[in-house]
């Protein structure tokens, strides 16, 4: 077993700091030492689950103890590949679901996947597979794989373009660049955009999205996704349309070489807000609570390539004010997610587990 470590180290941030804030605030370390850590949810009493990239899942408790979590579905590790997103049931107090995205197969014939199970103490039970995207990929890039759930119960699933299969993103007999919609039963909704072409999808032109919300105070899904060499993209999403990928983009390919000569198209969605150079969003999350009133309605990321978080203030669909924001949290920012008490959680993927109150 991995040696790790609990801490009980409390840094303060200068009120000065943070623009709009008025108090201090305190950054605590829960664990370090996690393998890549790539997703955590908060489950109750301050307990929260983690995964590991390299396939485990583990228990995070409030004294900073690991437990792992036996029975978690065997995971494609390599580059991008692995354990994915963890996420609990709305009613995960009464019947203790949680949902894991990962990739599945081997390197000819990869997907990202998406199970459900339940937690029975240290163990997950009653395993089943609600989604495999199809057809399958070679290599290991690009799966997506962050999941959020809408009002009426249903599921959302980004899932990436794969990166050499950038055109199937265009393309509704593919479900790479998509976002999918399904029940948790593993059903397509029969209210979605494309019914009979293609009954999962819900947007498409996508590249590889690694945030993902849906705020109930505005009723709206937004979404990061990662572009090439800068494009880094936020969008509002809406069932049916098409957000570009890769017929438009401000980014160009790694080697410089032009992907598409257009920003903008007919029928073809524009980003709330685009990054050139690029910054590398990760883990999206909206701030709802008390313990930061003048962030009311913010969002917060991660940023792989800059190692930081930001926070993002919207008027509306307009971004006003993007910053850096609490320092002390060094590394490549994986996933952040806002407590129901105020507080905000953010992992790296050096293994760090922070948590951010007043």
């Known amino acids: 077993m991995r040696a790790l470590q609990s801490s009980l180290l409390w840094l303060l941030c200068l009120s000065s700091f943070c623009a709009g804030s008025t108090q201090d605030y305190q950054v605590k370390t829960l664990a370090t ?96 597979t609600i989604l495999e995207v199809g057809p399958d990929k070679e290599g290991p890039a690009h799966y997506g794989g962050k999941l959020a759930f809408l009002p009426d119960g249903t599921l959302l699933v980004t899932v990436g373009e794969g990166y050499r299969y950038r055109e199937e993103a265009q393309n509704l007999d593919w479900e790479l660049g998509k976002l999918l919609r399904i029940n948790t039963d593993g059903t397509s909704p ?11 999808v819900f ?42 990928w890769p017929a438009i983009t401000y980014g160009v390919d790694y080697s410089g070489a032009v992907i598409s000569p257009f920003t903008e198209a007919e029928g073809m969605e524009q980003p709330l807000q685009y990054w050139v ?29 800059n190692e930081e978080m930001r926070r993002l203030k919207l008027d509306g669909d307009t971004v006003v004010l993007d910053e850096a924001i609490f ?30 109150a007043r």
């Open 327 to 356: 320092p002390e949290i060094k590394g490549r920012v994986r996933d952040v997610r806002v407590l129901g008490d105020g507080g905000i959680i953010a992992v790296t993927e050096e293994g760090d587990v922070f948590q951010i």
């Open 33 to 128: 030492g996690l393998d890549e850590p790539w997703s955590v949810a908060p489950i109750e009493d301050g307990t929260y689950l983690v995964t590991e990239k390299s396939g485990r899942l583990v228990r995070l408790e409030p004294n900073g103890s690991i437990t792992p979590i036996t029975g978690t579905p065997p995971v494609y590790f390599a580059s991008q590949g692995g354990l994915l997103e963890v996420l609990a049931d709305t009613d995960f107090a009464n019947n203790r679901m949680i949902y894991l995205s990962f990739a599945g197969g081997d390197k000819s014939a990869n997907r990202t996947t998406v199970v459900k199970a339940k937690l029975d103490g240290d163990k997950l039970r009653d395993i089943k």
């Open 203 to 244: 947007s498409y032109g996508h590249r590889n999205p690694q945030g993902l919300i849906y705020d109930e105070a505005t009723g709206r899904i937004l979404m990061m996704e990662h572009g090439p060499k800068g494009g880094d993209e936020l969008n509002h999403i809406q069932a049916g349309r098409n957000y570009g």
């Open 277 to 305: 150079p690029s910054i590398g969003p990760s883990g999206l999350a909206i701030y709802r609570g008390d313990l930061f009133p003048e962030w009311q309605g913010d969002l917060l990321l991660g940023s792989l390539i």
């Open 190 to 200: 029969a209210d979605n955009p494309f019914p009979n072409e293609a009954p999962r």
